[in-house]
């Protein structure tokens, strides 16, 4: 078995060793154990390959790029499991059962990030969303996670036979279901020179579309999101909005910087439209929100429309300079600062959460934060300064870097749109920091005993976030080279 599959492999028997200990003897602890073990060794073995990685079959292509970005789903999965424990200790539910899921989860995203076939795709896809709806209603007593988990389940079964209708008139038209052959230059032109007789390959393409924009949350496919960011419970909601979106968005990634896709217009078009609504949209809904939770849902819109801009770039039909490789290198930037930053928060929230209490996270609540728990609102009120784009932070770098990309391909009325809507988010965001500063209040959530595991999460989220802020230089590099490679 080629070494390239070892994290797989360990994050795999985890969950099936989880699923035997279980049927022999629950234990909580050492179910908690297994699962943060094997993510660390699953990482270790990551990281050792990222410069190394070559693998390609045809289900699977693994290069540095895509060893980089697994990595990074293993570490926001690894940084999620270290403050599971004290989360589910406080349920009644059985516990075990979700970390077996957590690490399912876990491997679909990976698959769908390294996939080169429609088939591998869409397996990984399934293993990854089936997983997270029994997350969503894992407390089976909450109605408003009984809601979400329903809401979640139909919507998403829709988006996935929309793809499967996609993916089979993309078969019908082409024979092949192989990204390689569809994104070789030659075949690409072939189906943009036949767009006006072709109508199959249109719709396929606008399927695919419209099921990728669900599972990203992307306008008009964003109804779903607040309803589920604020029923479900807090790890399955961090898990949702950055190692599920991160995972298919990789997988964007590598679609659009493979193939001439600026010699087919209407697609452009309507992914330009897409990303412009979701970052106008997204940042107005969220500006109107008094649940945190919500806001957070509706924030995550406008995020992956920047995104969607750093992918527009890729293929412009006008550049400055050669653009697919400095847009490559701004969507992975950006996308490993806001997933990481937006995972410090809920694990944040995690440890606000009250253990009696509901998950009912209103901007009232925070208020005085500050003078009860300085720890976490410093730390929480540095990634919100990250969120919005705040200089010496992560986020004021990947937003710079999205920037810059953006002028390199004119994609000016783009760009326009990414300034207008980073000003209506600097007023949510920095609202939220004004919260926690004022004068204590009532403060229903407080934070748990911290622990050596959350100390490490706490510190860990400021050192990233602050320290890459400051010094991008090196990070920025490794990237490049591993694009370059």
């Known amino acids: 078995m080629n070494q390239v599959f070892l994290p797989w492999i360990i994050i795999s028997s985890s969950a099936l060793l989880i699923m035997l200990f279980t049927a022999i003897k629950r234990d909580h602890l050492y179910t908690s154990m297994i699962s943060s073990t094997a993510l660390l060794v699953a990482l270790i073995a990551q990281l050792l390959q990222v410069k190394t990685a070559s693998y390609h079959s045809d289900l699977i292509f693994i290069d540095a790029a895509t060893a980089l970005l697994s990595a990074l789903l293993i570490l926001l999965a690894l940084l999620l499991s270290l403050l599971l424990y004290p989360w589910l200790k406080s349920l009644n539910e059985p516990k075990e059962e979700y970390y077996m899921l957590f690490l399912l989860a876990t491997q679909g995203a990976m698959i769908v990030a390294a996939s080169d076939h429609f088939a591998s795709f869409f397996m990984g896809l399934e293993l990854l969303s089936l997983s997270i709806v029994p997350m969503i209603v894992y407390q089976d007593k909450n109605a408003k996670a009984l809601e979400a988990a329903v809401k979640y389940f139909v919507l998403s079964a829709l988006a ?211 003078w009860i728990e300085p720890s976490g609102a410093i730390v929480l009120g540095i990634l919100f300064l990250s969120l919005a784009g705040i200089p010496l932070t992560i986020g004021f770098v990947g937003k710079f870097y999205l920037t810059f990309a953006a002028v390199n391909s004119q994609l000016w009325w783009l760009l326009g749109t990414l300034v207008i809507s980073s000003l209506l988010g600097l007023f949510y965001y920095l609202r939220v920091i004004l919260m926690m500063v004022e004068k204590p209040g009532t403060v229903a959530q407080k934070l748990i005993v911290l622990n050596p595991s959350s100390v490490f999460v706490l510190s860990f989220m400021a050192l990233v976030v602050v320290g890459i802020g400051v010094f991008p230089g090196p990070l920025a590099a490794f990237v490049q080279s591993i694009i370059g490679s």
């Open 160 to 370: 996935s036979a929309i793809i499967l209708m996609g993916i089979a008139l993309l078969y019908f038209y082409s024979g092949s279901l192989s990204f390689s052959a569809l994104l070789q230059d030659t075949a690409i032109t072939e189906l943009a020179s036949a767009q006006t007789s072709n109508i199959a390959y249109q719709v396929a393409i606008l399927m695919l579309l419209v099921g990728i924009a669900f599972k990203l949350s992307l306008v008009p496919c964003h109804l779903w999101i607040a309803d589920v960011f604020e029923g479900a419970p807090l790890p399955t909601t961090a898990l949702l909005a950055t190692l599920s979106k991160a995972a298919i968005f990789v997988l964007l990634i590598r679609l659009f910087s493979s193939g001439s896709w600026q010699q087919y217009p209407d697609f452009i078009t309507i992914l330009s439209l897409i990303a412009g609504a979701s970052m106008l949209l997204g940042n107005v809904l969220a500006l109107l929100q008094t649940n945190l939770l919500r806001l957070l849902a509706y924030s995550s819109i406008a995020h992956f429309g920047y995104l969607l801009l750093a992918i527009l770039a890729m293929h412009p039909e006008q550049a400055l300079v050669s653009t697919t490789s400095l847009a490559a290198e701004a969507s992975l930037f950006y996308l490993l600062g806001y997933t990481m930053t937006l995972l410090g928060v809920f694990l944040i929230l995690m440890l606000l959460a009250s253990q009696q209490s509901s998950l009912d996270f209103t901007l009232e609540r925070l208020k005085g934060l500050f």
